[in-house]
RNA sequence: GGCGGAGUCGCCAAGUGGUAAGGCAAUGGUUUGCAAAACCGUCAUUCGUGGGUUCGAUUCCCACCUCCGCCUCCA
């Protein structure tokens, strides 16, 4: 497939370095709350990404890391009186199951920063020595950024206005850290007061990792110096990952991510989505609003990954009805299928323009268009011609990781006074007794329920 | 101020130097006791504004207007 390369600004082709396997790093989740729809739509994306590669039958070795320490975990564990454990063993459990209710394959490997705090002392040393590091009086440690002339590439300092001279003389004195430089970001922080308890031992006394190395250890740990892509929201551009390569670059050689793959943050009715505005969503708002978690990775899939995503809740209802009418119509095959079985499609027959989309820099609203269009075609087919299309659809579903939603009511949880009224509804519809039939059908309304007749019976399916 | 992105039907959203995918909504019809559901059909001569290049631009260039994001932790 292509897809645009962050780094060199270009679709670039994506295939493994080592022929065999695509390995690739995701930036993962801070624990220390629910994660929102905006970070879900990275995570969904990424998850797109993978299934189209494993679709089109490459080897995947997927690496997300959990974020279990820093100063936000931190805070806010000792604010809820738990252990930094506990605290964020909660919310990485929340995230695990937001996610496997968005369908997004769980990543092979996934290292927390807590349990890899050796590896990050290890790193630092390794630049210390080599002389890209320096320790500070109080003890921290700082990467020195003239010590890497790559330093920018990724974000394009030089292009913008953050010179770095210019930068160390607007704030070397508001900072509160000793430091050759303002930009020199910290590697070991030396521990203090308001850490309570989560310090670790170090050569350079008691402390903790800073943010930006975690994701370089790991890397180092799973991936090794050199792989094939990294991956993250937008935000994380600069400094995360620009700092993430000036570490690993200079402690490991090698060359890094090979290429560098970003989503732009989505936007809640047309801004900026902010705890203020009350418009921050998480998966469980949403589901408490009756959307279901396929809804929403519907949504998060339906804007190209590079372009803001404006996140409504009309959109979500948009895209109940979408998937609904995708579920007829994937019936629908089913039924003219005959007798016929759909096997594992070798090739997507009818959705091939879809595929095509995804594999043209993840185009995902692209390849959903394609889908109704292809949907068109198939609806007139028959025996094994549909039994191929349904098997296209499905595999072109898979890659996008949808799955469809019942489309025959489920009548085995209708609560049985709901079922009587419904009942007695019919009854009396069926004896002409149309005042009473349409005075029951309101009460069930009202109930939340709704009454579709047809011509031998009626069905119930929540509102 | 700097950097970047974007303005395409009521909403969401693709796309292209050759005359606008798709979804939602809306709307007409069939069906229905009436609805709902279902099914069939309709739904941008036009792509922020003004110029320019071109046989031809929504797509390229210039100017302008508007919006958004980033530049501090953030997916």
Redesign the pocket.
Known sequence: MQLFDTLRREDCGIAPLDGKTYRFYC?G??VYGPAHI??F??FVLQDVFRRTLETGGMRTLHVRNITDVDD?TIRDSQKSGQSLKAFTDQWKEKFHSDCDALACLPPHIEPSAVEHIPQQIAMIGALVEKGHAYVSDDGSVYFKISSFPGYGKLS?LD????DLGKTQNARASSDEYEKDSISDFVLWKTRRDDDGENFWESPWGQGRPG?HLECSAMIQEYLGDTFDLHS?????V???HENEIAQSRCACGGNFAAHWFH?T???VD????SKSLGNMHTLSDLREKGFTPMEVRY?LI???YR????F?L??L???K??L??LA?SAA?LAENMGGETSLPAADFGLFQPAWD?LNNDL?T??A???I??GLREA?KLTGNEAAAALAGLNRILKALGITLPETSGDDSEVPADIRELAETRWSA?SNKD?AT??KL?DQLSALGW?????KDGYQLSKL
Do not use: Y
């Open positions: 930036c989740p801070t905006g970070n739509r990275t936000k394009r292009e913008r206005e953050l943010w993250g929201g937008v935000d994380l600069f400094p995360h989503i943050h989505l936007l047309g801004g900026k989505m949504v339906g804007a190209h372009k803001q995503l404006n409504t009309d959109s209802s948009g895209a009805e979408a609904h009418k007829k629908k989309a185009n609203p692209a959903l268009g394609a109704f269009t609806s519809r149309w039939s349409d059908r709704a009454a579709k007749d047809g």
